[in-house]
C-alpha cells in the first residue's frame, strides 16, 4: 500500500524532461539537472533508456551545490544522497518509475545526477521526467 503525500504548497506538481545522450563507449556518463533555480521538492522521478543495453545500469543522487552528496540534515557523506543504485536497463522504452516516499527537498543550486554506465557498448538517449512540487 503506497503512503499518501501531504504538502502545504498549493501550486500543484509540475514535469521536466531531460535527455542523456549515451555514447557507445564503455563507462560512465553523466547528467546534473538543477531541478529548480529556487529550489523545491521533487515527488518522482520517471527514467526510459530508448534501447535496450544488457548489463547496463544506472544511479541516482542528489547532489548540494558543492557537488557532494546531500541528505535532508545537511551532512556530506558518501552514499547519503543515493536515491537508487545499480538500477539495470531492462528493455526498450521500458519506463522505470521512481515514486518518493516521502518529498525530496532540493534546496537552490541542488541537482539531481543521473549516472549511466554503459556496458554493452550501445549508444541509445535516456529520458528523464522528474516531477516536482511548484
Not at 529550489?39 to 548540494?64: M, Q, R, W
Not at 522505470?96 to 543521473?114: G, I, M, T, W, Y
Request: aromatic share 10%; charged share 20%.
Amino acid at each position: 500500500m503506497a503512503l499518501p503525500k501531504r504538502v502545504r504548497d498549493t501550486g500543484g506538481s509540475f514535469y521536466k524532461g531531460y535527455i542523456l545522450a549515451v555514447g557507445a563507449g564503455l563507462g560512465d556518463h553523466v547528467l546534473d539537472m538543477t531541478v529548480a533555480a529556487k529550489g523545491c521538492a521533487v515527488n518522482g522521478i520517471l527514467v526510459t533508456p530508448s534501447l535496450s543495453g544488457d548489463g547496463d545500469y544506472f544511479k541516482l543522487e542528489h547532489l548540494n551545490a558543492a557537488g557532494n552528496a546531500f541528505w535532508d540534515d545537511g551532512r556530506a557523506i558518501k552514499n547519503e544522497g543515493v536515491l537508487a543504485e545499480t538500477i539495470y536497463n531492462i528493455g526498450k522504452y521500458v519506463t522505470q518509475n521512481f515514486d518518493f516516499v516521502s518529498l525530496e527537498l532540493f534546496e537552490p543550486a541542488h541537482k539531481l545526477r543521473l549516472t549511466y554506465t554503459n556496458v554493452a557498448g550501445v549508444a541509445m538517449n535516456v529520458f528523464i521526467t522528474v516531477e516536482r512540487v511548484k
